[in-house]
């Protein structure tokens, strides 16, 4: 049987037809990165109440921000719900109302849930401790039904994931929950076979929980050597072994008096937890509010360590309680000691606790107060409790003296330098512009100098004594002052002074940075041709002039006859931001930037809402996506018509919008990106 040589040729050509369309359908869904699944499942665990859980599966080399990053940073992972009705969340959850997408007035309401341990990365870009998860993640909250009539909960979850070359831009994925009559699940996608557990809050224990233990630990051990504290403890371990009658009885009472000073500080730190949740304290990390009341709360601390005034309980309450301890017998009596040499210690103890409160409050976490409060009082307890049973140590105590209120002094310098970290973060997130990098750290430099001439004996205050000479361990303390100085100094000038880089204020605020000073100075002081004042347009790095869309800039470019430097980038990118740093900052690159192009730079993480009349449903990918934001309509732009869906991705087009060389993404060798403009700029000038 012969085949017709037509047929075959139109089956041949039928053959490679297909195959050059699978193989471009396969190149597009090469570079369009998808690195992240999500599922979603509810779970009952009574007649009316429900677990919602969101399961994240990352591949690997990707990484997903956690719900809590500060603002200023990558797009943190989000929950929206469309409406809150027919239910409630069984804990106490900080419920934040914003503005819809739609950009029609609606509302929806964001929820954190409870997230698993992230890891913590330091990122020298964004300058602050991100908080991120790779492989998989789960995050669940749960709910009690209010209706035995159907009830459907819905809303969509926004979140960013990057690797160690590029972001993609804020993606949205839709959630729908239904419940029928009975309280039983009816509707709702399933998590893979071999579903994974669900998390409650106690699995939110992690490190930096224990950290705020270790912080309280150091907390106690400072206290102990304050003038409130330190006289007390031979004076008490020699009360219980005079008064006790026997050496074991007073070797118990002595170690029970130590394990009720930590019941009492637990317990303040419990109360903490018990009052705030772990949903407030989460807001209180990033609030401009609590953030600026921790700040003037530690600048009061640091008054009363300076000798301004003493931070005194009322004193009714130390006799009431003295009394007590002494008409009580055993146990008792012993506890209620240890309650009075926690009111009386309070001017001294009181700033420290009320610092570690302050922190353990930012770190997010419900634990940390209490693991904050078990660490201070261990260190305050243990002397107690060690001397009690080994009283042959008391001789080794050093005396008390002057020293003990200099503690004091160098508490409250170190007190004033933290307290700024606060009002940094509240400057950051209001967006006021009161603190910038450079004034930071020259009032820390001023701090820790005077910290250094007082160590020295220079400066005295009101309850100081005399320093007749330099002790060898003051001397070191004031070698390592000053020496902190002059790391300091540097930063003036832009340094980055990464030993402190989690304090100080991002490096955008800085007012003057002797690097960019010079690099940037041809293109500051450029001034486009023509007219753009009606263009959106911002004044970028370096002093660059950057277009904000697309059309407008494509259609400034023909008018000035100069090619496109399109810039797909994002507020929260910290690949582009590296770009800007280590690429874009050399002169070269600079003056050809902006000399030779305009720049379009397109943020795909825009959230500004779009018209109503301009949102639209895109189809691109197979996919129904409604694109409500400017920042969604750029990712949609740049995936639809260059296949790639990360950033940062820079194209460089003439005014025919055609492109000049092949697109290019991360990468950091200067040389090889002055290669790939100049080949953009002989195109553009070969095409003329």
Not at 101 to 126: A, L, M, Y
Not at 211 to 235: D, E, K, N, R, S
Not at 284 to 312: C, K, Q, R
Not at 444 to 454: A, H
Request: charged residues 20%; glycine residues 8%; negative net charge.
């Amino acid at each position: 049987m012969t085949i017709n040589p037509i047929l075959k040729t139109l089956q041949l050509r039928s053959f490679f037809l297909l195959a050059l369309l699978l193989g471009l359908s396969l190149q597009i869904k090469a570079q369009l990165a998808d690195p992240v699944k999500w599922s979603y499942e509810s779970k009952m665990t009574s007649s009316n109440n429900a677990i919602l859980q969101f399961t994240a599966t990352i591949e690997d080399g990707w990484y997903l921000y956690s719900q809590n990053i500060q603002d200023g940073g990558p797009i943190k992972t989000s929950f929206y719900f469309n409406k809150i009705e027919g239910f409630e969340f069984v804990d106490d959850v900080e419920i934040e109302e914003e503005e819809g997408f739609d950009g029609d007035g609606s509302k929806i309401f964001r929820v954190n849930f409870v997230e698993p341990v992230p890891e913590e990365k330091d990122d020298p870009i964004f300058e602050m401790k991100l908080l991120l998860f790779k492989k998989q993640a789960e995050f669940t909250r749960e709910i009690r039904l209010l209706t035995s009539e159907p009830l459907v909960i819905d809303g969509f979850l926004e979140y960013m994931c990057c690797d160690n070359e590029k972001c993609l831009p804020p993606t949205e994925v839709d959630f729908k929950f239904s419940f029928n009559e009975n309280g039983d699940e009816a509707v709702a996608k399933t998590v893979p076979a071999g579903g994974n557990q669900i998390r409650t809050d106690k699995d939110r224990t992690s490190e930096s929980v224990w950290y705020m233990f270790v912080v309280g630990l150091i907390g106690g051990l400072l206290a102990l050597i304050t003038p409130c504290v330190f006289p007390m403890i031979p004076m008490t371990v020699s009360y219980f072994l005079r008064s006790s009658g026997s050496k074991s009885k007073g070797r118990r009472d002595g170690i029970f008096y130590g394990i009720s000073i930590i019941i009492i500080y637990v317990t303040l730190g419990m109360g903490i937890s018990l009052i705030f949740g772990s949903d407030k304290l989460n807001q209180m990390a990033t609030s401009p509010i609590f953030n600026i009341f921790f700040f003037l709360l530690l600048l009061v601390f640091a008054a009363a360590f300076f000798g301004a005034f003493e931070l005194t309980l009322p004193s009714s309450w130390v006799n009431k309680m003295d009394s007590k301890a002494e008409s009580s017998g055993g146990l008792i009596g012993v506890f209620l000691m240890a309650f009075v040499l926690v009111l009386v210690s309070f001017s001294c103890t009181g700033p420290i606790i009320g610092t570690l409160l302050v922190q353990a409050a930012v770190s997010g976490s419900w634990l940390s107060p209490m693991l904050g409060m078990a660490g201070f009082a261990t260190a305050l307890a243990v002397p107690f409790s060690l001397l009690a049973i080994f009283p042959s140590m008391l001789g080794n105590l050093p005396k008390s003296g002057g020293w003990l209120n200099s503690v004091k002094v160098v508490l409250a310098f170190i007190l004033v330098a933290f307290s700024l970290k606060f009002l940094s973060v509240a400057d950051a997130v209001g967006q006021w512009g009161l603190l910038s990098r450079d004034t930071f750290i020259a009032i820390w430099i001023t701090l820790f100098t005077l910290m250094g001439f007082y160590l020295l004996g220079k400066i005295k205050f009101s309850n100081d004594s005399d320093v007749p000479y330099i002790s060898v361990t003051r001397l070191f303390f004031v070698i390592v002052t000053f020496s902190f100085v002059v790391y300091l100094i540097p930063g003036m000038w832009g340094a980055p002074l990464n030993a402190i880089s989690a304090f100080t204020p991002s490096m955008t605020t800085q007012e003057y940075n002797l690097q960019s000073a010079g690099q940037s100075s041809s293109s500051t002081s450029l001034t486009l041709t023509g007219d753009y004042s009606s263009f959106k347009t911002k004044q970028g790095v370096y002093g660059l002039t950057m277009f904000l869309d697309y059309d407008e800039g494509v259609q400034y470019a023909k008018t000035v006859d100069k090619p496109v430097f399109l810039d797909f980038t994002g507020h929260g990118c910290s690949n582009c931001k590296k770009m800007h740093q280590s690429v874009w900052s050399d002169q070269r690159v600079l003056q050809r930037l902006a000399e030779e192009y305009i720049i379009i730079s397109l943020y795909v993480d825009e959230r500004t809402a779009l018209p109503i009349d301009e949102q639209y449903v895109s189809d691109f990918g197979g996919k129904q996506r409604k694109i409500k934001s400017v920042g969604a309509k750029w990712s949609d732009f740049q995936a639809r018509n260059y296949g790639v869906n990360s950033q940062p991705y820079y194209v460089l087009l003439d005014n025919d919008e055609n492109r000049l060389a092949e697109p290019y993404g991360f990468n950091t060798n200067i040389d090889e990106f002055l290669a790939f403009l100049d080949k953009g700029i002989e195109g553009y000038k070969a095409g003329k």
